[in-house]
């Protein structure tokens, strides 16, 4: 999975501290990360790189990615502390919680 984004190397920053994936790949605009899971996560450079927009859809989200926590709250202030940023608006009635990471792109906490 590739997440389109102004500036790769830091995006994918970001995604290894928070999931403890590393780096597998890099190059000038690419970075991928590894969990050896099979699922790994992408982040290309694009030239006028615009963030989602939550909820509202002037600009698509296009995708989500769903992270499980044991503890909702320790993952989110480590979250935050990353750079990513709570929305006010948080769907669920706490079930999960909505954090944008820091090129805007929204990802959910949900319980293991």
Do not use: I, N
């Amino acid at each position: 999975m590739t997440l389109d984004c102004a500036d790769p190397p830091a995006l994918a920053r970001f995604y290894s501290a928070l999931t403890g994936m590393r780096e597998l790949f890099s190059s000038d605009g690419f970075v991928a990360l590894t969990g050896g899971s099979g699922c790994d996560l992408g982040f290309q450079r694009v030239d006028g790189y615009r963030a989602p927009q939550w909820p509202g859809q002037d600009v698509p989200q296009q995708l989500h990615l769903d992270f499980r926590a044991d503890d909702l709250d320790a993952v989110e202030e480590l979250a935050l502390g990353l750079g990513a940023v709570k929305p006010e608006h948080q769907p669920g009635d706490g079930r999960w919680r909505v954090l944008l990471d820091p090129a805007g792109h929204p990802f959910c906490l949900t319980p293991a």
